[in-house]
């Protein structure tokens, strides 16, 4: 079983930058295929991002792409979303997972895909 926890979210200001990381423990890291996936007030979770086991494959939903980096450390048992050009409607909570379901690689991924969720952390664009 793998625990994960994220930290790095934070109040920004439109246009401006964060990194998320997502520490992991307790399971052979370099095996899980990482992903990022954000819930907004009243809305349902969705996909944003997923790296493969060796990060040679990324993913991301339209509304990110140029604009989103998903990538990882596996020596660290980190992973990583680096967030720019940010807009308020990136305002959600963010959560990273790994994958235990699936195996498109269309995205948006359903978070039925994904399991050992994290507590998310809070990012908040402001205009």
């Known amino acids: 079983q793998v625990q994960l926890a994220e930290s790095g979210g934070g109040l920004v200001q439109a246009g401006g930058s964060l990194r998320l990381t997502c520490a992991a423990s307790?399971?052979?890291?370099?095996?899980?295929?990482m992903a990022w996936f954000r819930q907004a007030p009243g809305k349902e979770r969705e996909f944003v991002a997923l790296?493969?086991?060796?990060?040679?494959?990324?993913l991301y939903r339209d509304s990110v792409k140029g604009r989103f980096t998903a990538f990882r450390d596996n020596a660290n048992k980190k992973a990583y979303l680096q967030m720019s050009s940010l807009k308020p409607e990136d305002t959600a909570v963010y959560y990273c997972?790994?994958?235990?379901?699936?195996?498109?690689?269309?995205?948006?991924?359903?978070?039925?895909?994904?399991?050992?969720w994290g507590q998310g952390t809070q990012v908040t664009v402001s205009s």
């Open positions: 307790g399971h052979p890291f370099s095996l899980l295929h």
């Open positions: 790296v493969s086991s060796n990060g040679g494959v990324t």
């Open positions: 997972a790994v994958r235990t379901n699936g195996n498109s690689m269309r995205p948006p991924l359903p978070p039925a895909d994904f399991g050992s």
